[in-house]
Structure formats: C-alpha cells, structure tokens
C-alpha cells in the first residue's frame, strides 16, 4: 500500500455517497466547458485572424450594402496593400437544414488578402476560370458530404433565384485556412458576378484588406471611413477581429449571462461538495484519532484532508472536462456552420484553478478540525 | 534503570466549571520486558495513566519519562513520531480501519518510515504469522470475528517493532477462550519478543498473566501485587 493508495482508499470509505458527489462536480465540470465554450463563442475570441486584416462595413448596420467604387478609393489610402470585397448569400445547401455561411466574393483578390487560406493552384485556377464555380471549405464538404466536381444546387432567401430553382454551382476546389481555429467560420465561396448577372445585384456587403502595418489599423481606419463621412453609404472600418466580436456582441451579452449560470452552478456545487466532505470527516474523526495514535502527526493528518478533497475535485473535473472537451469533438461537425464551440487554453486554466480553488476551499475546514482533533477525545467518543 | 517512569504525576481535566481530579501524584516505574496489568474500578484513571504512558496525553504536573525521553517537553509532531517509533496500541474495540484489509492496517504505521513498498508488505506479513493470522491478510475487519480482529491490532501494534505495548482492555470485548489466547499471545510477545506490556484490565484473570499488577483508585496507586510464580522468580 502506497500514501496514494491509502487516501484514495481512505476516500471512498463511502462508496456511494462519494461517487454520487463526484458525479454531481462532474456534471458541474461539463456544464462549465460547454457553457464556456458558447460565451467564447459569443465573446468573439474564438478566431484569430492576423492583426493586418482590416474590414469595412456600413457605419449603420452589416446587412447594409456599400457601394462597388469603394474599392478603389480604399486601396488608395497609403498602408493598404490589398483590397477584396464579399456579399453574404445566406445559402441553404440541404432542404430545412440552417443557411451555411455562403459568400459571394471577387476571385481574383479574394486569396490575395486572405493569405492564410491554403488553396490549391489547380483549384484557384478553375475557380477564376468558370463563372459559376465555387469552392468549398472542408468543414462544409464534411458537413454536407460535398466532392469536387460535382454541381451544387444551393438556395438563399436573401437572394432567390428568379427562375424559381436553386441556384447552382460547379464546386471545383476546396480550401482550408492554416489558422485552426478558423476552420469553422470559413465561408462557400463562389463569383459575385455570377451573382451579380443574375440578381442585378451591384453593391457589395463588405471590404476586407490588408495593410502594411498593424500599429497603423487605427489610424487607417479614421482615413478610411473619414471619405466617406459626407456620401449616403458611411463605413465603419475596424480590424477583422473586432469587426467578428462586434458581430457576435449584437446578440447580446451571451458572455455576462454565460458566466452567471457556471457563478450559480458552481456556488452551489461548492455548498453540496463542502457538506459531503465535511459529513466523510465526521464519519471519519474515529479512524484520524487511530492513525494520529499510530504516530501520523496533526500537520500529516491534516494535508491528507487537503490532499483528499482536491484530488476530488481534480479528478471530479479532469472526468468532467474530458467528457465535455470529447462532446464538442464530437457535435462539432455537425453544428451550424459559424456555430464553433472550441475549448481554449483560458477556459481549461480556469477549470483547473476553480477544480484546485474547490478542493482548497472544501478541504480547509476538514483538515483544521482534523488538525485539531484531541486523540483521547475522538477515541473516547468512539 | 526502569524504562518507563511516572514522577508525581497528577493529571486533571476541566468538566464544565469544576475541575475534576484523575490522577493524585502517581509515581510509577515499569522496568523493561515486564508486563504489568493496571486494574481498578471504572474512573479510578487507568486510562489516563495509559494515555500518558502512551504519549497521547500530557500531565497537568509531573514527569512522565519513558525510555530516558521526557515526553512532557515534546512537541506534538516530535510526540507523534515517537510513538509510531516507540509504542504499540491495543485498544478494547481494535480500532481497525474498516475500508482496509488485515494487512493493509497492520501496514498502516509502516507508511511512516522510509522502508519501501515491498518491505512494509513483507513486515506486515510477518507480524500476521506472528499473530497467527497470514491466512486472513485480506479479510477486511467486517469479515473477522472479534478475536481475529484483536489480533490483527496486535499485529498492527508490534509492527514497527516498539518496545513497549500499551493495551487498554484488550480483552474487554471477546469470550473467555478467545480472550485466554489473546493474553497467551501477549505473553508470548512479553517473553519471547521482549516487548513490554502495560495493560488496562477490569478482569482479574486477565491480570494473572501479567508479571505484576497495579491497583489503581480514585486516582491513586493503592497496591503493588507480584503474581505468585514472577515473586518465585524473582526470589529465586
């Protein structure tokens, strides 16, 4: 028998009651990962795109388009080196299924500013070759079980087809971002002037563009939208990534909501778990009297509480995390596109600091009264 | 020299407001490889005096000195280290631990020291043959009569191989024949081990395999009796 063995031997002196207690710290665990996840997601911090990313929008709403000549005057402004511009197309690949993030965008620029998107040459040459081509990120050819080659009829509500049909596409390439976590948001990306040709469409949804510097985006962003303060179409330009978070923010304050769910769960685990330790060491004051008489000091005694009650609420939340972080694993695929839920390294540190916070907490009464506890005493009581 | 020494020892407890007399200025001396049974009337202190001898109490006044070491002045870590070097309890109810098995809790002060994983297994294997119980190592206590379950302690108590056995009612709780072979057994463990034995017992023929008994009242040593064939011995 090891120290080791002996504590968790020690701790499971009551089976059921210590099993259905860690269950319970377990579920806490998985509720705090997934809710977590969907506050990150909410929270707009769940990508990260290079800081020299810049996007313009209307000043009033995104779902306001701009003007195609905008363009121009943006890639005059000193810094910038690249513009593209994109509409959103709101596609619908599967009848009754939610619309998956479809643009309509220039190939020609489009990998230019986007340079962390990897696309074949073959593939971005039958892109740019073929007017009603579209290529395909691998999460949607995943999702919708896609292959190149194949036509792909796809349907939008913002932009219904006037013959009444699907509009269809040839998909000739797939791409892929070398940033993971932007593999989810990444977008069915087909020509605007196939677009355009056929809904008379001619504003655009938004700009993206890359500059030189980015210590510089701020002061590119005042030159950029300062042309465009007196004209009907205002912009409003800012860094792709706050341009993400400012997206997510208009559904509210998901974070805030998110954060007071896992603050009650996790205050009321705290009160469940601190009673169930507290109730294992009444039970035990008898045995910690016999081991103290066997020579196991007040201090021993005591760090063995402390030990035991964060080993479990570490193993309560390692089971929990690992169950949560394989759901998501798992689910992932088959979420609404846009919809990631990832785990990030903040969200695992602070699972571990409230599982150790926990066990900290829980244990410190337990292990002072065990530090306390008077061996005739406790074995007088017996 | 005697290897346990109780000075004027007095020992009181506060109960409430009163303050209430257990030990009345004992002075005592156990010399080593004896056995001595402490007998006397419910509260007389015989317990108290064990807890003393045993480190697990200190005298309100006094010196308690066992093996030349004054145990008044140890702290409670140093005390604490003593005893799982020094002592070896039996108590009336075992005071095994029920989630481990036989060997387990005689293992249990080995986790102590620094011998290894495969020697503290191999020790406390020993000190079941000694006890008579290897075939029952991995009997939890719930699946041990009484008997065996005192024995157990008993194999938990010399384990560490102490030099001296303190044992409060270790008869207390089993029939006559179990409890003859549990004193047979610490008979054994006076004579052929050297350990020495002072036990806490209400039961005169428990005392009677003792080398010498003690009469404790009201908190004060009235009698010293020798067994008759020890004073034989001891005249011889």
């Known amino acids: 028998m090891t120290i080791f063995g002996f504590l968790i031997k020690s701790m499971f002196r009551r089976k059921l009651l210590v099993t259905l207690s860690m269950l319970s710290l377990t579920t806490a665990f998985l509720l705090f990962i997934l809710l977590r996840s969907v506050a990150v997601l909410f929270s707009g911090d769940v990508i990260d795109v290079p800081d020299v990313r810049m996007q313009t929008n209307s000043k009033y709403a995104m779902i306001f388009p701009l003007p195609h000549r905008y363009g121009e005057e943006i890639a005059a402004v000193e810094g910038v080196l690249a513009v593209t511009f994109a509409s959103w197309f709101g596609g619908t690949f599967r009848e009754g299924d939610t619309s998956a993030m479809t643009f309509a965008v220039d190939p020609s620029t489009y990998f230019e500013v986007h340079e962390n998107y990897q696309i074949s040459t073959e593939h971005l040459e039958a892109f740019l070759g073929l007017r009603t081509a579209a290529v395909a990120p691998e999460a949607i050819m995943y999702r919708y079980d896609l292959e190149v080659g194949e036509k792909v009829p796809v349907t939008s509500s ?48 938004w700009y993206t563009f890359t500059i030189e510097d980015p210590d510089k985006a701020t002061e590119i962003a005042q030159i950029v939208d300062s042309k465009f303060e007196n004209t009907a179409d205002k912009t409003k330009t800012m860094t792709e990534s706050q341009a993400f978070r400012n997206m997510m923010e208009q559904f509210g304050d998901i974070s805030l909501m998110m954060n ?18 507290i109730h294992s060491y009444r039970q035990r004051i008898p045995d910690l009297a016999v081991l103290k008489t066997l020579g196991f000091s007040d201090g021993k005694v005591a760090r ?79 | 020299m005697a290897l346990v020494n109780l000075e004027s020892v007095w020992k009181s407890y506060k109960k409430g407001r009163d303050r209430v007399e257990v030990l009345n200025d004992i002075s005592f001396r156990v010399n080593s490889r004896d056995f001595v049974a402490l007998m006397g009337p419910s509260g007389s202190g015989k317990t108290t005096m064990l807890n003393l001898i045993g480190g697990l109490d200190r005298p309100t006044s006094g010196v308690v000195t066992v093996n030349d070491l004054v145990l008044n002045n140890l702290s409670s870590g140093k005390l604490a280290r003593w005893r799982s070097e020094s002592i070896g309890f039996v108590f009336q109810f075992y005071n095994l631990l029920p989630v481990f098995n036989a060997r387990q809790n005689v293992e249990l002060p080995l986790l102590l020291t620094k011998l290894g994983r495969k020697q ?29 379950q005192q024995r157990v302690a008993i194999a938990r108590a010399i384990v560490a191989d102490p030099k001296i056995l303190v044992c409060d009612e270790p008869t207390g709780d089993l029939d006559r024949s179990t409890a003859t072979e549990i004193l047979r057994l610490l008979q054994i463990l006076n004579q052929e081990h050297d350990k020495t034995i002072i036990m806490v017992t209400h039961d005169p023929k428990a005392a009677e395999y003792a080398k010498r008994t003690m009469l404790l009242d009201k908190g004060k040593l009235v009698s010293r009796l020798i067994q008759p064939d020890v004073e034989a011995e001891v005249e011889a």
Request: aromatic letters at 12%; a negative charge.
């Open chain 1, 158 to 205: 913002i932009y219904p087809n006037t013959n009444g049909e699907p509009w269809t596409f040839d998909l000739v390439g797939t791409y892929r971002s070398e940033n993971e976590s932007e593999a989810a948001f990444l977008p069915f990306l087909f020509h605007y002037e196939y677009l355009k040709e056929a809904s008379g469409e001619s504003d655009v949804g």
């Open chain 1, 304 to 382: 063995y509480m402390i030990f035991e009650s964060l080993l479990f609420c570490t193993s309560s939340a390692a089971v929990g995390i690992g169950i949560a972080v394989a759901t998501l694993a798992l689910i992932g695929p088959y979420l609404p596109s846009g919809f990631v839920l990832i785990v990030t390294w903040n969200t695992l540190f602070w699972g571990t600091c409230i599982a150790v916070g926990l066990g900290l907490f829980i244990g410190l009464v337990p292990a002072f009264s065990a530090n306390r506890l008077v061996i005739v005493d406790a074995l007088h009581a017996r």
């Open chain 1, 260 to 277: 007071g769910i896992i603050g009650a769960v996790f205050f009321t685990m705290l009160l469940l778990t601190a009673n169930t330790m």
């Open chain 2, 120 to 148: 503290r297994k191999k020790n406390a294997a020993l000190a079941l043959d000694i006890v008579g119980l290897s075939d029952r190592a991995r009997h939890t206590p719930a699946r041990l009569s009484g008997g065996q």
